[in-house]
């Protein structure tokens, strides 16, 4: 392996001071430009003015999938000497050596302080692979310019008789003026670059503490830390906590942590946190103890514990937990997290005891530059105490089936995956979608509806986040039920026999929609919209309803609809078939490949039992509102959980998705695979009073079960074909993680 430097000529600004003293130098910094390094300098002079001229470096490698770069720079300076105004002999007083093995000179400036001087400078690692190596540096080989006169003058200008240079691909590790008599020369100290080495792994964790809000509940019961959300800010870990009191006010101190890897070059960043919980068991009004019944742990190799929360329902209780990779370089790698260790904390009483107050004698605490992987308590009689979960971080591995969502953002897959799905069809790759995806946070129950009782959202909330969030986390096909209200407003809703509610307004969907769009004009976005219903009489929309809400929020509001106005030529390429619909020629589109789609947004509608006008249609589908005619799909429909256990439903999803891509035309006709759950109308019931086996229990149960057995079942039966999009209720990190693992495989 050899070395090769290309070199380039500096100049700093030319400035007075060359007939003056030494001191003058002080306006000059010789740093080499960012990823280079300086390998020789020469003080240049005309008429009273100075400047340095020098010579910086890239430094390349004979194996070109070796990159080398230049780490971070070092600085360091030599000691204050006498000399600002005297004779340029008092420079031999400072001599540049680099105080690291195998690093290289960046850069100095000479500085003054009154009367005395000395050199600041700057020294750098040359890395390759990303930072995982170093290369070495040989054993420094002294030369030297030849003596002028000048060490009894002042005037810096005698200095440009003198050229510092390494030579020929070797690297400058410093330089020391010498003087003989009244003459003066510069010992110069280079050498060459002879392979390279492993640097070592090690990572600094960096911490801090937080607070939870205080909040009553000291001396009441264990359902009271529902109140408090312990969570990692973005960039961060959790690495420890304990229980604070104050009187009858009760907190959480949690401590966060900031890794840093061996180098700067190996930039360490939190993937994306995915969310999970243990299961629900009594506990939400009894003793301490029951705790022991929830084990917290992150449940995938190599990740970091990044925040928690205790949840309540009824007496039951349960933690709900998130969990992420640490990555490096970009992602391209992920951080190892070495075997788990447990330690514990001192029993002591309390877990015969209610109040949580009890706990604030357990410090949950990692060892320096360890982090926290779970916890669990347990009891022994009448006392209580904690297993702590932690784990070094033991060195860096391509990410290599890590799950694409959490590698990169999901924000943004598609631009990541441009190259890969560009000439494909929407029947060969595979989106992540939301069923009834205006069904978040801010759904409420029908204003008319069996007023007099208190309802839950459990039976017809569908989503944690509103559709902006859905799509900041890959969701890309967007499914959403339009209501028009009592008010003339149009919003979302959900319904299961009469009970139901309505969600987020449509004025606050397409804003978000577009500014998603705005933010990301790589991506494509599929707005699905169908089941439009008015909340008087629950009777369907008519032509007007339609006409009305189609141009008030698609045609006047959504902005980047994708138009039909692809030219004969792209069509013929790609064998679209063309047919009448509502007598005008229309187009299959999801046989056209994806890149006619970047940076728009795909709105379909199905009227259903709410017919829209022939005319309607014709006057839509020339501004960008097309029938699901045009874009051709196969639904799979959906599954009441309450009648079949989770084998039955995880091998009915199987069976639909290699059955139904049988029966279709591959590239034409994408499937929808609905990994979503129908509540019978008694489960409904149950979960709005009562909010056991809401719509989110049942489908992150589901969720879950699906993704662990999924990857294997799959690889296992060799399957050839896969669901092209998979709309799921509470857009979970598990399901997306799927779905991507599904679009890799497909084009191994």
Not at 17 to 30: E, F, M, Q, S
Not at 272 to 277: K, V
Not at 743 to 748: H, T, V
Request: glycine share 8%; hydrophobic share 35%; net charge neutral.
């Amino acid at each position: 392996m050899s070395f090769t430097f290309k070199t380039q000529v500096n100049n700093t600004p030319r400035n007075d001071g060359a007939d003056n003293n030494i001191c003058y130098l002080d306006r000059h910094a010789v740093v080499a430009p960012a990823g280079q390094i300086l390998v020789g300098f020469r003080l240049r002079r005309d008429g009273g003015k100075m400047w340095y001229e020098y010579t910086s470096a890239t430094v390349t490698s004979s194996d070109p999938s070796m990159v080398v770069t230049v780490g971070p720079s070092t600085e360091a300076s030599t000691a204050w000497q006498d000399g600002a105004e005297l004779e340029l002999c008092y420079l031999d007083r400072q001599n540049i050596t680099l105080p690291v093995a195998n690093t290289v000179l960046t850069g100095f400036k000479l500085e003054r302080n009154g009367g005395q001087i000395r050199y600041k400078y700057w020294y750098a690692q040359l890395l390759v692979n990303g930072g995982k190596q170093q290369i070495l540096i040989g054993d420094a080989k002294t030369t030297s310019t030849t003596f002028t006169d000048g060490a009894n003058n002042k005037q810096p200008c005698f200095l440009d008789r003198h050229t510092i240079t390494a030579g020929t691909n070797r690297v400058l590790t410093g330089f020391h003026a010498k003087r003989n008599g009244g003459n003066l020369a510069y010992d110069i100290y280079s050498a060459a670059l002879t392979g390279v080495k492993n640097l070592p792994i090690s990572f600094t964790i960096t911490t801090s503490k937080k607070e939870t809000a205080r909040n009553d509940g000291a001396d009441n019961n264990i359902c009271y830390l529902d109140r408090h959300t312990v969570r990692a800010p973005a960039g961060q870990i959790i690495v420890g906590f304990k229980v604070r009191r104050d009187a009858g006010k009760i907190w959480y101190e949690y401590t966060v942590g900031t890794v840093t890897g061996p180098n700067a070059s190996a930039v360490v960043t939190v993937g994306p946190s995915t969310e999970t919980t243990t299961s629900w068991q009594v506990g939400a009004e009894e003793e301490l103890a029951y705790l022991d019944r929830q084990l917290v742990k992150t449940p995938v190799d190599n990740t970091v514990l990044t925040g928690f929360r205790l949840e309540r329902n009824g007496n039951l209780i349960r933690y709900r937990y998130w969990y992420a990779h640490l990555l490096v370089n970009g992602g391209s790698q992920i951080v190892i997290v070495g075997d788990s260790q447990t330690t514990s904390t001192a029993f002591s009483d309390g877990a015969t005891r209610k109040e949580p107050c009890y706990l604030d004698r357990h410090d949950i605490a990692v060892g320096a530059n360890r982090i926290l992987s779970g916890f669990r308590a347990k009891r022994d009689g009448s006392n209580l105490a904690y297993n702590i979960y932690s784990a070094a971080l033991i060195g860096v591995k391509d990410a290599g089936n890590i799950p694409v969502l959490q590698v990169r953002s999901p924000e943004k897959w598609m631009s990541v995956y441009k190259n890969l799905i560009q000439e494909k069809s929407f029947g060969e790759i595979c989106v992540p979608g939301t069923h009834d995806a205006g069904m978040g946070p801010s759904s409420t129950k029908f204003p008319n509806f069996l007023s007099t009782f208190e309802f839950t959202t459990a039976a017809f909330q569908t989503q944690d986040f509103g559709v902006g969030g859905q799509l900041e986390r890959g969701a890309r096909w967007i499914e959403l039920r339009p209501m028009l209200d009592e008010s003339g407003k149009y919003t979302t809703y959900h319904v299961t026999g009469e009970m139901g509610g309505t969600g987020q307004s449509f004025d606050s969907i397409i804003a978000e929609v577009n500014a998603f769009m705005a933010k990301n004009p790589q991506e494509v976005v599929v707005l699905t919209l169908s089941n439009g219903q008015r909340m008087s009489g629950y009777q369907g929309f008519n032509n007007d309803d339609w006409n009305t809400f189609l141009t008030t929020y698609i045609h006047d509001g959504t902005r980047n609809k994708f138009n039909n106005a692809l030219t004969q030529a792209d069509l013929t390429a790609c064998n679209a078939s063309q047919y009448l619909v509502a007598g005008q020629p229309t187009t299959n589109y999801f046989s056209v490949p994806v890149k006619h789609f970047f940076g728009k947004v795909i709105v379909l509608v199905n009227e259903g039992s709410s017919p829209i006008t022939d005319a309607t249609k014709v006057d839509f589908a020339n501004r960008g509102i097309f029938g699901t005619n045009s874009f051709s799909v196969v639904d799979t429909g959906y599954e009441d959980s309450s009648t079949m256990s989770k084998d039955e439903y995880f091998n009915r999803q199987l069976t639909k998705m290699e059955g139904k891509t049988e029966k279709r035309a591959r590239t034409a006709t994408p499937l929808v695979l609905n990994w979503t759950l129908t509540q019978s109308t008694k489960t409904a019931i149950i979960s709005t009073l009562t909010r056991v086996d809401s719509i989110k229990d049942l489908s992150l149960d589901e969720h879950a079960y699906l993704v662990s057995h999924f990857q294997s079942k799959v690889q296992a039966n060799n399957f050839t074909q896969y669901a092209n999009v998979i709309p799921i209720d509470f857009c979970d990190t598990n399901v997306l993680n799927t779905v991507f693992w599904i679009l890799e495989n497909r084009f191994k």
